[in-house]
């Protein structure tokens, strides 16, 4: 089954603990990304990657470190966590946008819920 | 830069009403997609269309309807005879490069 799965899927962490998300996807996608959504702000892009050892800033990158070592992880690496980093978080994948004429869909991971105290 | 704005924050309906959901966007570029996501309670995000800046066409699903209008950055998405299983948040999106999504709208739906 094509799919974008999450590691951990909920998180209680304290200020200053460092953590990985994990992201992984099985449709050998080139482009994958991270999101934070908070109410009312919808989703918000931290960082993407074209492709292995590719990776650039979203709208929403400070407080978030990421890595593309292989093609089918993606981390998210919150180095000293803060309260404002509590979110929901999700990794996206898909076929690199602008071939084939435009973007394409991008296939989200189930989500992963951080709780910074 | 690219914006997307869904003015509806949340909408209450009772099951077998039809509801639109706004969209709004915009941007610069000439070729760009739009696309709509369901976000059911469960929390995951679902994807229901992708629909590219060349193409005005309406398009329907089932219960479900696009309206694409260039002319005034609009891409409205309406649920006809609405049941309470599409009770979600539903997001609309711009992408030219990156993806850019708009505020959501939270809807109701009641028996």
């Known amino acids: 089954e094509a799919q974008v799965t999450q590691n951990p899927r909920y998180l209680i962490t304290v200020t200053g603990k460092k953590l990985t998300v994990t992201c992984s996807q099985n449709m050998n996608h080139e482009y994958m990304s991270w999101y934070r959504q908070d109410p009312g702000l919808g989703l918000r892009q931290i960082y993407y990657?074209?492709?292995?050892?590719?990776?650039d800033k979203g709208d929403v990158p400070e407080g978030y470190k990421v890595s593309r070592k292989e093609k089918r992880n993606f981390p998210l690496i919150l180095e000293s966590p803060s309260p404002n980093q509590t979110s929901l978080y999700f990794c996206?994948?898909?076929?690199?946008?602008?071939?084939?004429?435009?973007?394409?869909?991008?296939?989200f991971g189930p989500g992963t819920r951080l709780l910074v105290l | 830069a690219q914006k997307v704005t869904q003015a509806q924050t949340e909408i209450s309906v009772v099951e077998k009403e039809d509801v639109t959901l706004d969209c709004v966007y915009e941007?610069?570029?000439?070729?760009?997609?739009l696309f709509w996501y369901k976000q059911p309670p469960s929390g995951e995000l679902v994807f229901l269309i992708r629909?590219?800046?060349?193409?005005?066409q309406n398009e329907i699903s089932g219960r479900y309807s696009w309206n694409f209008q260039k002319s005034t950055s609009s891409f409205n998405f309406t649920i006809t005879a609405s049941q309470v299983v599409d009770s979600a948040v539903y997001f609309c999106?711009?992408?030219?490069?990156?993806?850019?999504f708009g505020g959501g709208t939270r809807l109701m739906v009641k028996p």
């Open positions: 999106a711009l992408s030219g490069f990156l993806l850019t």
């Open positions: 629909r590219n800046s060349f193409d005005e």
């Open positions: 996206a994948s898909s076929p690199v946008p602008g071939l084939a004429g435009g973007a394409e869909t991008q296939y």
């Open positions: 941007t610069r570029d000439t070729t760009y997609y």
């Open positions: 990657s074209m492709n292995v050892e590719v990776t």
